[in-house]
């Protein structure tokens, strides 16, 4: 069964590098082909926005509105991917998902529960 999980820091700092590590259990980020381990974002009372992924290959895309301070990669050993988004400030507040999505529309098909992000001081 496929998991994934979220992590890192509840609370982070305007101005400050938001960090967020997702393990996955029961699948390899690095096997199957067309598999696209994505970020996800949810600010308090506003729909989902779509961050970025990492690529079975590694490949990286990235929402344009939020590509000059995105950064994806991945720790293949440990079967992890991080999300780093910097200059962050308080309208970067939101629970944050990872998840994998698959096939020629990347379908956003197993998500992890999310966890929530602060950015305050």
């Known amino acids: 069964q496929v998991q994934l999980q979220e992590s890192g820091p509840g609370l982070v700092k305007p101005s400050q590098t938001l960090s967020l590590t997702c393990t996955v259990s029961g699948d390899s980020i690095t096997t199957n082909y067309y598999t696209y381990w994505s970020w996800i974002r949810q600010p308090p009372g506003k729909g989902l926005e779509w961050i970025g992924y990492i690529s079975d290959s590694g490949s990286t895309y990235y929402s344009p509105s939020l590509k000059s301070r995105t950064s994806i990669s991945r720790d293949t050993s440990k079967n992890q991917f991080t999300l780093q988004l910097s200059s962050v400030t308080p309208e970067d507040t939101a629970v944050y998902y990872c998840?994998?999505?698959?096939?020629?529309?990347?379908?956003?098909?197993?998500w992890g529960q999310g966890t929530l992000v602060t950015v305050s001081s």
């Open positions: 998840a994998r999505a698959a096939g020629r529309y990347k379908y956003l098909e197993v």
